[in-house]
């Protein structure tokens, strides 16, 4: 079965610092992969996703993420976080036609 | 106006009520997903719909059931309320034949069951 570990539940950082979500998958088919954001109080936003091409995606807000094959991960990076990006980040991954599998999340919190 | 609108945003009902979710939307979009999220677990998939006659169970839909009335409709009911279902329950869609996977979210429900 297909499943998702995001090993970061809690993450604290001060602004401008660099920011890395850990994401494994577990899928033997061909993946789509997803970071999406829920800032508090708010939705699920979709953040980047891959389907194939470049394994550098970029995504809204400055956000970027790499799929490595060869280790089933597909870490969340940004180089200088803000205070604005305080939320919850959940990695997916496709689990059938349009059926995605969510991580646990994890809650990043950034202070000024 | 949201695109994928839940009512209500906020339930506290007691042990034993039925209890109905709503979700309702304007994106024109077949598929229609109902998750639960709780802390530390994620969002986990309770039911689906790819279309208006096609009901599929996610991977708890144990105490739950869902009607789909139409394609800009999805339901989520809850027989008979316990408080382990207290949660804060999403609502989403997407596109036939679109990006595979890129779901598109309600602004949530969160049921408080005493």
């Known amino acids: 079965a297909q499943s998702v570990s995001q090993h970061n539940h809690h993450v604290i950082l001060s602004e401008a610092a660099s920011l890395e979500l850990g994401c494994n998958y577990s899928?033997?088919?061909?993946?789509?992969l997803f970071w999406y954001v829920q800032y508090p109080g708010q939705h699920l936003q979709l953040l980047l996703k891959y389907f194939s091409g470049d394994p550098l995606v970029k995504g809204i807000k400055g956000f970027e993420a790499e799929f490595i094959k060869s280790k089933f991960s597909f870490n969340l990076r940004k180089p200088s976080v803000q205070w604005s990006d305080t939320a919850e980040y959940f990695c997916?991954?496709?689990?059938?036609?349009?059926?995605?599998?969510f991580g646990t999340g994890t809650r990043l919190q950034v202070f000024p | 106006d949201a695109d994928v609108t839940q009512t209500p945003r906020n339930r506290i009902t007691k042990t034993g009520k039925r209890i109905m979710l709503e979700c309702s939307q304007t994106?024109?979009?077949?598929?229609m997903y109902w998750y639960r999220q709780d802390p530390g677990l994620g969002l986990r998939l309770i039911y689906y719909?790819?279309?208006?006659?096609?009901?599929n169970k996610g991977e708890i839909s144990d105490g739950y059931s869902v009607s789909r009335q139409a394609q800009a409709k999805f339901s989520l009911s809850l027989e008979s309320a316990i408080p382990n279902q207290t949660a804060l329950y999403f609502c989403?869609?997407?596109?036939?034949?679109?990006?595979?996977?890129?779901?598109?979210f309600g602004e949530g429900s969160r049921l408080t069951v005493l």
């Open positions: 997916a991954v496709n689990g059938g036609p349009d059926k995605l599998i």
């Open positions: 899928y033997g088919g061909t993946v789509n």
């Open positions: 989403a869609t997407s596109r036939q034949g679109g990006d595979t996977g890129e779901l598109f």
């Open positions: 719909s790819f279309d208006v006659k096609d009901i």
């Open positions: 994106k024109g979009h077949d598929r």
